[in-house]
Nanobody
Framework: QVQLVESGGGLVQPGGSLRLSCVAS????????FGWLRQAPGKEREGVSC????????VYASSVRGRFTISKDNAKNTVYLEMNDLKPEDTAVYYC?????????????????WGQGTQVTVSS
């Protein structure tokens, strides 16, 4: 059974940092590409970043490029999202999800398996 479990969210002041983790079970990381997506209250879910399982290629939303870094540790079956210089507009529930190995995408409709999400709140 495919399962994704996120952790690492919390309350942080503007300019602060957080690292989100997503532990996968029921499959290995080389089975899919992985993405981080987020949903703020009253807004549609949006893609933040995606990483390729084959060559490690990555893509970022323009709103987070230069501040967020996606990575994965195959030995730990874990995908990470390092978030720096956080802004109040980064406040959202962050989800880890899988997409097909040939897709490097930020479109939420292209993702199939999802975690339960972890809340990130950026506020002073």
């Amino acid at each position: 059974q495919v399962q994704l479990v996120e952790s690492g969210g919390g309350l942080v002041q503007p300019g602060g940092s957080l690292r989100l983790s997503c532990v996968a079970s029921g499959f290995t990381l080389d089975s899919y590409n992985f993405g981080w997506l987020r949903q703020a209250p009253g807004k549609e879910r949006e893609g933040v970043s995606c990483i390729s399982t084959s060559d490690g290629s990555v893509v970022y939303a323009s709103s987070v490029r230069g501040r967020f870094t996606i990575s994965k540790d195959n030995a730990k079956n874990t995908v990470y999202l390092e978030m720096n210089d956080l802004k109040p507009e980064d406040t959202a529930v962050y989800y880890c999800a899988t997409t097909l190995p040939l897709q490097l995408t930020l479109k939420s409709g292209n993702y199939n398996h999802w975690g339960q999400g972890t809340q990130v709140t950026v506020s002073s």
